[in-house]
């Protein structure tokens, strides 16, 4: 079972929580838009599924999206709640199946939000076209929103009845990945804000150290498919938007 | 079975998603918020659920949420992918059930879009303290990323093999009632925009009305429970912004 991953080349972005639950499972996977053209490959497989006037029954709004077992799965955490269990990073239990997708879908959110910092009026403009509006949206982000959102991951943490190193039940979960891919993503992109923030939540600073350490996760990390983060991508470090 | 619903008393917002499915499948529910505090219930009851130092081990970061079975549940897409099965208001097929809840995942984006039109920089913020960038923000909505979702819409409906009346599958789901919402939503934020769109989008005019007609969905719309759209929640109707 060899699963395809389509997501944009050049950037982690929201494909890396994908490309994070995959590598950490040793899973057999292409992310196609990163092979070549000449092979069926490329960005060009990518928008080919993309095109309104293409076969596919179940067209995917936006990338990420999978294609296993005959079909294309989008939306980030829909994915993710669908390979979860087939790569042994979810919970057994159906009612912790349908929490951890609870806490992913608010890291969705989170993403969003972040994502907006830079983008605030459009997501087809530049950040150039948009930097004042930008600053504003950035100040509410790191001095409203971030705190609430990590406090209540520190919070979620605390209350794991099953374990105190991982969030859901008591075993790894692809939500722990997805919350070190949220820390790394905001020390990049907030390094200031982060140093003020990060005393008030040691769970959360722990559970992403001891993701980035999973033999396999650190292996990813350290090799080339581990795309840097970059001002392309959902968490970008502009400094004046992290005051 | 009483489900218990938490969302805000005073508006539809993400809340009336889950509200539509429950009122369309008859079921027996509680709008806690909307009781009377003497009760136990009304804003005070929501409140204490999202209070940091509650002691649910599955906190909700936000409204709505659902209190079923022992569980609480968060996440709008969430609930109506929990709820849908049980108020047969969802695909018998696994695979269609991932498919409704990446629709109803790509509705909430744009929800989401919809809601940052007037609050672009930030939503504990007022209105009136984010005019300007919310006109540009809306300006881009309008002129880019709705004709983008109801494009996607329209082509969902398109390719569904199953039925030409519904979305997913041969027989109605909570999916149809959330584009409904979508439709009534749009045309009262932004009419004129609206007025241009719709005719490109016959499918899911005709789905919007086709909902409308349900004869439990109908009688709901008629009755004082449901809320007004009203310049709280998140379709609101600001001439400037509708250019």
Chains 1, 2 share one sequence.
Not at 2 to 7: A, F, G, I, Q, S
Not at 23 to 32: C, F, Q, R, S, T
Not at 81 to 97: I, S, T, V, Y
Not at 138 to 159: Q, S
Request: hydrophobic share 40%; with cysteine; aromatic share 10%.
């Amino acid at each position: 079972m060899r699963y395809e991953l389509y997501y944009w080349p050049s950037i982690q972005g929201r494909g890396e929580f994908v490309r994070l639950a995959l590598e950490d499972a040793g899973a057999d996977y292409v992310d196609i838009a990163r092979g070549r053209e000449e092979d069926g490959m490329g960005v060009a497989a990518l928008m080919r599924l993309l095109e309104p006037g293409g076969a596919e029954s179940h067209p995917p709004f936006a990338p990420p999206f999978l294609r296993a077992e005959g079909r294309l799965i989008g939306q980030t955490a829909n994915i993710l709640h669908f390979l979860g269990p087939r790569l042994g990073l979810a919970p057994r239990d159906e009612a912790d199946r349908c929490w951890a997708h609870q806490v992913q879908l608010t890291i969705a959110d989170l993403v969003g939000e972040a994502h907006d910092t830079h983008h605030p009026i459009g997501s087809g403009l530049y950040y150039d076209e948009q930097r004042p509006e930008a600053a504003r949206r950035a100040a509410d982000f790191t001095g409203n929103r971030l705190p609430k959102y990590l406090g209540w991951f520190e919070n979620v943490l605390a209350r794991n009845p099953d374990s105190s190193e991982w969030a859901i039940g008591g075993e790894p979960s692809y939500v722990d990945l997805s919350l070190f891919q949220v820390v790394a993503g905001l020390r990049y992109a907030f390094p200031r804000a982060m140093e003020g923030l990060e005393p008030a939540h040691p769970r959360l600073v722990a559970l992403h150290q001891r993701v980035a350490r999973r033999p396999r996760l650190a292996a990813y990390l350290a090799s080339p498919r581990r795309i840097p983060f970059n001002e392309s991508g959902i968490f970008r470090h502009y400094p004046e938007l992290d005051a």
